[in-house]
């Protein structure tokens, strides 16, 4: 119902069953905002909010449960929800609240992530649990790559075109230094695995 509702009104929807079904959907890219049910099966809504601040992620979130007690709203605020909807409500109060969340802070931020990385697409800076990467700005381009194609081998090829233009720019060994570069600034547990004769692959 809530997607119809809103599809209807305009926006771009995507739905998730689950928390995890969510974060990962999250992952593989963020949205404009999120709504979540506190209610979900597995990960709850206020564990996916909680897990999604620790990543650094700015987006807009609004929490929709049937609990309606001052404690519930306050955990819900404290797990990083931005506005809490509790059930049952009307719709037109629900598109409201949405519009409200995407006006603060003007243009919601542009990020990638993936597990515990994330990637801000305006500033090029990178963090992973919450710690700055300190990317150079080519190094940014080559995570920017690996994270629009998480799970997926990125040839050598392919990042010489996307990240240096082309053969004539750089030769298929900078591809290979330059990841080493994001491995020592990626740290521990590795991201980055190499596919002997293919190329590399974030998060296999």
Same mark, same amino acid.
């Given at each position: 119902?809530?997607?119809?509702?809103?599809?209807?009104?305009?926006? !771009?929807?995507?739905?998730?069953?689950?928390?995890?079904?969510?974060?990962?959907?999250?992952?593989?890219?963020?949205? @404009?905002?999120?709504?979540?049910?506190?209610?979900?099966?597995?990960?709850?809504?206020?564990?996916?909010?909680?897990?999604?601040?620790?990543?650094?992620?700015?987006?807009?979130?609004?929490?929709?449960?049937?609990?309606?007690?001052?404690?519930?709203?306050?955990?819900?605020?404290?797990?990083?929800?931005?506005?809490?909807?509790?059930?049952?409500?009307?719709?037109?109060?629900? *598109?409201?609240?949405?519009?409200?969340?995407?006006?603060?802070?003007?243009?919601?931020?542009?990020? +990638?992530?993936? !597990? @515990?990385?994330?990637?801000?697409?305006?500033?090029?800076?990178?963090?992973?649990?919450?710690?700055?990467?300190?990317?150079?700005?080519?190094?940014? !381009?080559? +995570?920017?790559?690996?994270?629009?194609?998480?799970?997926?081998?990125?040839?050598?090829?392919?990042? *010489?075109?996307?990240?240096?233009?082309?053969?004539?720019?750089?030769?298929?060994?900078?591809? @290979?230094?330059?990841?080493?570069?994001?491995?020592?600034?990626?740290?521990?547990?590795?991201?980055?695995?190499?596919?002997?004769?293919?190329?590399?692959?974030?998060?296999?």
């Amino acid at each position: 119902m809530l997607e119809r509702t809103l599809a209807a009104e305009g926006y !771009d929807v995507r739905a998730a069953a689950d928390g995890g079904a969510a974060l990962a959907a999250i992952e593989r890219s963020a949205p @404009d905002a999120l709504v979540l049910d506190v209610a979900m099966p597995g990960l709850d809504g206020l564990a996916v909010c909680r897990r999604l601040r620790a990543k650094g992620l700015a987006l807009p979130i609004l929490l929709l449960t049937a609990r309606d007690a001052v404690h519930d709203r306050v955990a819900g605020l404290d797990a990083g929800a931005d506005d809490y909807l509790v059930k049952p409500f009307a719709a037109e109060e629900l *598109l409201a609240r949405i519009r409200a969340l995407l006006r603060r802070g003007h243009e919601p931020a542009e990020v +990638l992530a993936y !597990d @515990d990385l994330v990637l801000d697409l305006r500033s090029r800076s990178a963090r992973r649990g919450g710690r700055d990467l300190g990317l150079s700005a080519r190094e940014a !381009d080559l +995570l920017e790559l690996l994270l629009r194609n998480p799970r997926q081998v990125v040839t050598r090829d392919v990042a *010489l075109e996307r990240v240096w233009q082309g053969r004539s720019a750089a030769s298929l060994n900078v591809v @290979d230094r330059y990841v080493s570069y994001l491995r020592r600034k990626l740290g521990t547990p590795p991201l980055i695995e190499t596919v002997r004769g293919a190329g590399f692959v974030l998060g296999r």
